[in-house]
């Protein structure tokens, strides 16, 4: 399964496919807002981005020192969709879960940056909206775009 390359920015899209390996499935922002129950959410970014702000329902995973103890209760066939920034850290994820015998693994192309540029909800870790992303760095934060979501670096 390929996504539909849906993401606002074209330039963004271009840095997106530079990282990516097409590895893992891909998912479309569009596509999770239409199947959202349908997946186990894992966040692969580091905590500090995670306690920022994160999808609804989204679980930690991590990605330097990943906390696999978040998997053991997920069957092997369930549909899990990995996110980060912008992609790359949730593919590489992907292929571990992957090599651990997942195999319904996608990755949210644009990942947290997409979802926030369209308008989509963040949560922090008490599940209260919030309108702020970890952008990881200032170099990787000018793809976060929507002028309502406060950049955090």
Request: with cysteine; proline share 3%.
């Amino acid at each position: 399964m390929h996504a539909q390359k849906a993401v606002l920015n074209d330039e963004f899209a271009q840095v997106i496919d530079k990282y990516l390996s097409e590895s893992i499935d891909q998912l479309s922002v569009d596509e999770l807002e239409t199947a959202f129950d349908k997946y186990v959410l894992l966040d692969t970014r580091e905590i500090i981005e995670y306690q920022t702000s994160h999808i609804p329902g989204a679980k930690y995973l991590g990605y330097d020192d990943p906390d696999f103890s978040v998997l053991n209760n997920i069957d092997k066939d369930t549909p899990v969709l990995l996110y980060c920034s912008i992609g790359y850290r949730s593919e590489k994820m992907g292929e571990t879960l992957q090599s651990k015998g997942f195999t319904n693994v996608y990755n949210l192309y644009g990942s947290i940056f997409e979802w926030a540029n369209q308008g989509n909800t963040l949560v922090n870790t008490v599940g209260d909206t919030i309108k702020a992303v970890h952008t990881y760095n200032k170099n990787w934060g000018k793809w976060m775009q929507n002028p309502a979501i406060e950049k955090v670096d």
